[in-house]
């Protein structure tokens, strides 16, 4: 079964998707994305894989017969691909050379705008789960992204925000936190011609820092090649960082935003294109878990101070820069 159903609570639309329980464990010693497996080709760089057990399609399955006049569903109507980064199953982002991740920033930009294309679509979301603790299963160096037939909560409440802020100010919310974060230094933790990193004022997550493009544009697909390639550079960089935080593999939630699609509004003058990382360590040995208080209140407690950590921050930024990776 997959479909969506109606979250009458809180005005938002949830995926059903039972059919995913029956993914197989996989074999210690196969990877459908590994050159051999006859899943995938046995020469690629990067590659756009469709999810073998997608919670959307652009062919959905009927739904079940449990609706009423209160209880509302729809077809779980959307796209979902995996993005391979490379044919080799133990890479990281920083053994990937500059030229290769451009290649997967470029394959970003295709992607996006070929399910931008449909009509039906509102909101493109490229992200990536990296780890154990985020859940998982599959240790070749890979993303996803989904494409939403409906706009999802958080990135509704992200775009009123920022429309209310202009309609007030004149001025774009992304432009002026990233101007005001720039001023006071202490929180930044790299910046190049076209990207800023940054731990924000406001951070839920004690390492959860934001790439925050320099120039005003909305999506990905809006990028320059200069940009696309020092896009690549940015990420796998901030990848290396994680990894010399605590000198082990980081586990992280990668989420990029771009503006959404296939909307009557321009929202150009309001929208600003960022990546947002929510990583689940609060310290080398400890998980920060998303407790009642976050979860069922959205009510976010960071346990520690921002400028503090991305002190921390810098200090793995410039020992990733000495390292071999580099």
């Not at 073998?52 to 959307?78: C, E, H, I, K, W």
Request: aromatic share 14%; proline share 8%.
């Amino acid at each position: 079964m997959a479909e969506l159903r109606y979250h009458p609570l809180i005005d938002d639309w949830i995926m059903i998707a039972s059919h995913r329980q029956s993914r197989p464990q996989m074999p210690k010693d196969w990877c459908p994305f590994c050159p051999g497996s006859g899943k995938v080709p046995d020469h690629y760089d990067v590659l756009e894989y469709d999810n073998d057990f997608p919670a959307l399609s652009q062919t959905p399955p009927p739904m079940d017969d449990v609706t009423n006049d209160f209880f509302q569903a729809r077809p779980a109507y959307g796209k979902c691909e995996v993005i391979l980064y490379s044919p080799n199953h133990t890479a990281n982002l920083y053994d990937l050379t500059d030229d290769h991740v451009k290649k997967l920033v470029d394959l970003w930009c295709e992607r996006f705008e070929t399910i931008a294309g449909d009509p039906k679509i509102q909101y493109v979301f490229i992200f990536e789960n990296r780890g154990d603790a985020v859940g998982v299963t599959m240790p070749h160096p890979h993303g996803q992204i989904y494409g939403y037939s409906w706009m999802p909560k958080k990135l509704e409440l992200e775009i009123k925000s920022a429309k209310k802020y202009h309609k007030v100010q004149g001025s774009c919310l992304f432009c002026d936190l990233l101007k005001n974060e720039l001023d006071f230094q202490k929180r930044i933790i790299f910046q190049n011609k076209y990207f800023t990193v940054f731990l924000p004022y406001f951070s839920e997550y004690p390492y959860g820092v934001y790439i925050f493009s320099n120039d005003h544009k909305q999506t990905i697909a809006q990028f320059t090649q200069e940009e696309r390639f020092v896009l690549g550079q940015t990420v796998k960089q901030v990848s290396g960082m994680y990894d010399q935080l605590f000198g082990y593999r980081f586990p992280y939630m990668m989420c990029m935003h771009n503006a959404p699609v296939n909307q009557k509004e321009d929202l150009s003058p309001v929208y600003h294109f960022h990546v947002e990382y929510f990583p689940p360590m609060r310290a080398a040995d400890k998980q920060k878990f998303n407790a009642s208080s976050e979860t069922g209140a959205w009510a976010h407690c960071n346990p520690t101070a921002p400028e503090e950590k991305a002190e921390e921050l810098r200090a793995a930024y410039q020992r990733y820069l000495e390292s071999d990776h580099a």
